[in-house]
């Protein structure tokens, strides 16, 4: 994964406000394991079309930090994912570590 | 404008709560986490638009959109333009944002429905005298063995399709006549029953609960089509 997770929307869409920003990445921070889980256990149950509605819901908060590559593979991979495949598991799987890893270092 | 939010993710709420603060023609009335409680809200109080997520579990933006009699404006919110072509067979969706949603963005969909000319007050209906005689009559004849046999309708709950023949069930007796589905809804009061499944209309008075996909009716569980759910979810009266 060569890009890095970023706060530039939040920023924007905070226009300066640090309460909402702090409040914000709060929730963001408690919802993404959730998500992360819920995808987890459908993949290894091979429920691929509950994963690729999982998927759907996770894109929302890849775009928020930023990842625009990685919000196409995952646009990619929820459409495999619809189709019963699984081939992108793996790079999914390592952009949801850096995201939780970028959320985790941020003081909210 | 007064405005819904409908989306089941926290975040995304927050979101729309923050780009709708920094627009001056808006108010947020509510927010809700499911349709459901949209729809319930919806039955007792009007607003001017709605923000909805297309995907949440059980319940489509476009599910919900089919349950409400005279929708107000609705801007969809998404994290897919795959949905955009369906978008536009709704009168009522002014617009479409994809997550994540820029304030630019935003407060242009908001334009648009700031452009659109306010609703003429809903005309009263003019009743169909025929449908109306359909409606009020209360006994139905069926053919069985070269008998005409009377049914009194609201003792109706249940008609099943069981291949060339129907199964008419009521409180007192079941009846097995040779016809389908599509002719004994012609003769029932469409107020009163609903097709609810390909197989199956029930009396939608004699309905005991509903559970996810299914309707418990007298003693019979019976399932309910995803396409069919908005229509039933119209017709009850939420509390």
Do not use: W
Request: charged residues 30%.
């Amino acid at each position: 994964m060569n890009e890095q997770p970023n706060l530039s929307y939040v920023h924007e869409l905070s226009g300066g406000d640090h309460d909402f920003e702090k409040n914000f990445l709060r929730i963001v921070k408690r919802e993404l394991p959730l998500d992360a889980e819920r995808f987890r256990e459908n993949i290894a149950a091979e429920n691929f079309k509950e994963a690729a509605a999982n998927v759907h819901k996770l894109k929302h908060k890849i775009s928020i930090l930023g990842l625009e590559d990685s919000h196409r593979l995952a646009q990619e991979y929820e459409l495999q994912l619809r189709e019963g495949v699984n081939k992108l598991e793996n790079s999914f799987l390592e952009i949801l570590d850096a995201m939780m890893n970028y959320l985790e270092k941020i003081q909210t | 404008m007064k405005c819904l939010i409908i989306d089941d993710e926290e975040s995304a709420r927050m979101v729309l709560q923050q780009l709708i603060s920094k627009n001056p023609n808006l108010e947020i009335d509510a927010e809700f986490s499911n349709a459901i409680q949209a729809i319930k809200h919806l039955n007792h109080q009007d607003t001017d638009l709605i923000f909805l997520d297309i995907h949440m579990p059980d319940f489509t933006g476009f599910d919900f959109i089919k349950t409400l009699k005279n929708p107000p404006n609705v801007i969809l919110i998404t994290s897919d333009s795959s949905f955009a072509i369906e978008a536009f067979e709704y009168d009522c969706i002014v617009d479409y944002l994809l997550k994540p949603i820029t304030q630019e963005r935003f407060d242009k969909a908001v334009q648009k429905v700031l452009s659109i000319p306010p609703k003429e007050p809903l005309k009263k209906e003019i009743q169909d005298p025929e449908s109306n005689l359909n409606q009020t009559e209360n006994d139905l004849y069926v053919n069985i063995d070269r008998r005409l046999i009377k049914i009194d309708i609201p003792s109706i709950y249940l008609i099943e399709a069981k291949g060339d023949y129907i199964l008419i069930k009521t409180n007192s007796k079941n009846y097995t006549v040779h016809s389908t589905l599509k002719k004994i809804e012609e003769k029932l009061p469409q107020d009163l029953f609903l097709k609810i499944h390909r197989s199956y209309v029930i009396n939608t008075k004699r309905i005991i609960d509903i559970e996810d996909n299914s309707v418990l009716i007298e003693k019979d569980v019976i399932p309910v089509s995803r396409g069919n759910k908005p229509e039933l979810i119209r017709r009850l009266n939420l509390l």
